[in-house]
């Protein structure tokens, strides 16, 4: 298996431009996380899907940041407006279906963002 | 609130050294407590967990101590290596698969 997938690795982007994530999540697996890491805040949970709905979405800073999971295989995160303090690399991990804490997280490379 | 407190920020081994990455809870619901390894520019991996029921768990050099009554757990690095120079994050968990992160460490193990 490919692995998470994610894409773009790197986005350069001025402020006030829309944004979009893409994440492909390993074939099977039926919970989907979004997180975004910083420096000072570390790696936080924006938003995680259960069979494409979305659970708990209390991590996404504000409005302007949506999330969705139109099916199995694609998931988006959008920024709208973007802003420089949303400059940080975003990750897309996804589990196995039983929602067991035990069940691995499995993590994309990331997306690398940049607003300037 | 931070509910899960990991120290120290940044730690230097000497190649064979121990290393020792130390993390602290607050509610005592979490059921799960896993370690996450990151390299530069790669996605945090799974390295190792451990369930409140046992209070140690080794796999090969690494091993996790878990203290349930102080709500403390650690992750211990035997014969640490120059390749097991990483970012490390403890993390807790409740049933659903929620995780919450420590801060990470930055370990740097020097020849």
């Known amino acids: 298996d490919a692995g998470v997938i994610q894409s773009p690795r790197h986005e350069v982007t001025e402020m006030g431009q829309e944004v979009t994530l893409r994440c492909k999540p390993i074939?099977?697996?039926?919970?989907l996380f979004w997180y975004r890491q910083t420096m000072m805040r570390g790696l936080e949970l924006l938003i995680y899907f259960n069979n494409n709905v979305p659970i708990d979405d209390s991590g996404m800073p504000e409005d302007r940041f949506s999330a969705k999971m139109p099916n199995a295989s694609f998931s988006t995160l959008k920024i709208q407006p973007s802003e420089p303090r949303d400059s940080a690399v975003y990750f897309c991990?996804?589990?196995?279906?039983?929602?067991?804490?035990?069940?691995?997280?499995?993590f994309g490379p990331g997306t690398r963002l940049t607003v300037l | 609130q931070q509910q899960v407190k990991q120290s120290p920020q940044s730690l230097i081994v000497q190649k064979g050294g121990i290393s020792i990455i130390n993390c602290a809870y607050e509610?005592?619901?979490?059921?799960?407590f896993p370690w996450y390894q990151q390299f530069p520019g790669k996605g945090p991996a799974l390295l190792i967990a451990?369930?409140?029921?046992?209070s140690e768990k080794k796999e090969g050099r690494f091993t996790i101590s878990f203290n349930k009554s102080a709500k403390q757990f650690s992750l211990h690095i035997m014969d640490s290596q120059p390749g097991d120079s990483a970012t490390y994050f403890c993390a807790v968990s409740f049933s659903g698969g929620k995780l919450i992160f420590g801060q990470g460490t930055e370990l740097s193990v020097k020849p």
């Open positions: 991990a996804s589990s196995l279906w039983a929602g067991r804490s035990t069940d691995t997280q499995y």
């Open positions: 451990i369930r409140p029921d046992v």
């Open positions: 509610n005592t619901a979490f059921d799960y």
């Open positions: 074939s099977g697996h039926d919970y």
